[in-house]
């Protein structure tokens, strides 16, 4: 109940410090985006904390050139670093029933894919550095000017944030954010790999879990462009520890 009312206040202090990132022109600098960017950096952190308390399946299914060649699923939880600690299950073990149940998709015939392992795992290591925002990379690329904040398009219940230079030179993030809810929507990502001929677009949406709980990445697509290289995540059955 605590973590609840919590919740509820802090949405509150921070909706009231981005009333007014949808206004039509906004700078990168300046005392208001300061203002905005705390309360974004707040948002994360406290998310961050709640989402600790939880633990979750992730189904990742990987695909080349369009051919489903591999299933992988986790249980999934916070560890003391404040990284996903994943245990890894055997597909083979969860019925139709069970994936049904926890929302998972259908079971994948393994096929070889050798010869991908190695460039899918380096995609994996690259995409859990953007995922989600840090709020101390965010505050530095806000001090080197990278960050704006503006209105979305067609959508005036969401506002989006565009941070330029993130993690690499020449990659971008994108985040789309709720403004009565205060949490994600959805998250773009563009970078790359060793090169910038190596890129990795990444798209991720989110939710909230019921009655005033953390937001949490629902769906992800990573694609690995040179290689055409697909990972599909599905991340589902969140409970509370």
């Not at 206040?9 to 203002?35: D, F, H, K, N, T």
């Not at 969860?94 to 149940?101: G, N, P």
């Not at 998250?187 to 949406?205: E, R």
């Not at 009655?211 to 949490?216: D, E, K, S, V």
């Amino acid at each position: 109940m605590r973590n609840k009312t919590f919740v509820s206040a802090c949405s509150g202090i921070v909706a009231l410090s981005l009333a007014a990132v949808v206004a039509p022109a906004l700078r990168s600098q300046g005392p208001e985006m300061q203002e905005r960017l705390a309360a974004l950096k707040q948002m994360l952190a406290f998310n961050k904390q709640v989402i600790a308390q939880y633990t979750w399946m992730e189904q990742q299914i990987i695909s080349v050139k369009g051919e489903q060649k591999k299933e992988e699923l986790y249980n999934v939880q916070i560890g003391p670093d404040g990284q996903p600690q994943k245990t890894p299950i055997d597909p083979s073990s969860v019925s139709d029933d069970e994936r049904k149940r926890r929302g998972l998709r259908g079971r994948i015939i393994a096929r070889k894919t050798e010869e991908y392992e190695e460039y899918g795992n380096s995609i994996k290591t690259l995409v859990a550095q953007y995922i989600p925002p840090d709020k101390e990379v965010l505050q530095q690329c806000y001090q080197k000017g990278n960050v704006t904040f503006g209105p979305m398009a067609g959508e005036p219940g969401n506002y989006r944030v565009v941070i330029s230079n993130y993690l690499k030179p020449g990659d971008s993030v994108t985040l789309v954010v709720d403004k009565a809810q205060i949490s994600p929507v959805s998250l773009s990502i563009s970078t790359y790999l060793s090169d910038q001929g190596d890129g990795v677009n990444v798209n991720v949406q989110f939710a909230r879990i019921p009655n005033g709980g953390p937001f949490h990445v629902t769906t992800e697509t990573i694609n690995g462009v040179s290689k055409q290289l697909t990972i599909e995540v599905l991340d589902t059955n969140y409970q509370h520890m």
